[in-house]
């Protein structure tokens, strides 16, 4: 199976993480980690190091960070490049983990678990628009 890591800012990776597991359920093979306030860099390095080493069974991980290019993304991209089997995506949402948490249950292929990732996150950001309803008028009363 395809591991996942969870990573963001203050508590973004447990906060979704608690998302993910009420409406999936509970998840093998995967691990957050929190940048907290108090972490450096070195701490939030040792933490992710911990949590990969913890899916190091798993033929690939991909890690979910916050933001693209925030602290979480770019420590996540130095600690996994190295190890070869680690692809990190930015912008992550709830929609698009939810997906990837059951889709890899059954998909194997780690450039489409990406693919499925990126286009769900993608499609789930909208505004709804409001329109205005006519009501008919009735003659006979109510």
């Known amino acids: 199976m395809i591991g996942l890591l969870v990573t963001g800012h203050a508590n973004f990776g447990s906060g979704i993480t608690s998302s993910v597991n ?3 359920g509970e998840q ?3 691990r957050y980690v929190d940048f907290l306030p108090t972490y450096s860099l070195e701490d939030l390095s040792r ?3 911990k949590a990969l080493d913890d899916l190091k069974d798993c033929e690939h991980i991909l890690v979910f960070a916050d933001l693209v290019g925030g602290t979480p993304f770019r420590t996540a991209v130095e600690v ?3 190890r070869g089997n680690v692809t990190v995506i930015g912008g992550t949402n709830l929609p698009m ?3 990837v948490s059951m889709t890899r249950k059954f998909e194997d292929d ?5 693919k499925t990732a990126l286009q769900t996150g993608s499609e789930q950001v909208l505004k709804y628009e409001f329109q205005a309803v006519q009501q008919e008028e009735c003659e006979d009363g109510i």
Do not use: F, Q
């Open 80 to 82: 996994g490049y190295p």
């Open 97 to 99: 983990l939810l997906e």
């Open 47 to 49: 933490e992710l190091n």
């Open 28 to 30: 093998e093979d995967y």
């Open 22 to 24: 009420l409406i999936a």
């Open 110 to 114: 780690v450039e489409e678990l990406v």
